[in-house]
């Protein structure tokens, strides 16, 4: 039913983004004191999401947010990072990666999110996840090695540095640039965000201009 509502909602959230007020540091969005590296190549704008799986604001956020991803120009470069906090976030932060490295994240994401939020189940446990994955045309061995796997291990660290340098207190949140940070508070709704980081983009491009 919720995935249902925000499909119907996300065409509509869209279509008013040209209706918003100018933006307005500390109030639709913070800046880092410090930017945080990206990770794209030179002339590209990078928005990065930070989610958990197990979040429902996040999870109700996806269906707007992958509208706007769909439509992004050549010049903006979308990642999702999945956030550390500890117990469950590291496990389906491990999945995330592992699904990465394994060539079937895109394929199995919004599934991922599906079973938790609609189907009640936790894939927090390692042979869970594995049994999930293989439904994805990998075995549950590779599925298992991947997931404990040095490389794996690394880029969940590394998220979670990454989390902490861009001072985020919770999820979901896009960061524009290394430097802008939105949130469902900044941004007055969840549907809002990616107007906002839109404008943020425009905002970053006319910066680099001048």
Known sequence: MLKSLMVALAGLGLSTMTM??????????????E?????????????????????????????????????????????????????????????????????????????????IHEQGRQLTDPDEIATFFSDYGVSKDEALEALDSFGVKSQVNQAHARMRNMKLMGVPALIVDGRYVVTPSSAGSLDNMPRIAEDLVDKVREERAN
């Open 35 to 115: 930017p945080v590296k990206t990770h794209v190549e030179d002339g590209k704008i990078e928005v990065t999401e930070a989610f958990w799986y197990g979040c429902p604001h996040c999870y109700a956020l996806e269906d707007t947010l992958n509208a706007w991803v769909d439509g992004l120009p050549d010049d903006v470069v979308f990642e999702r990072m999945p956030a550390t906090m500890g117990g469950a976030w590291n496990k389906h932060a491990a999945a995330f990666y592992a699904a990465k490295d394994l060539g079937i994240q895109q394929d199995l994401h919004s599934d991922f999110f599906d079973a």
């Open 20 to 33: 918003a007020a100018p933006l307005v540091e500390g109030q639709h969005y913070s800046t880092l004191d």
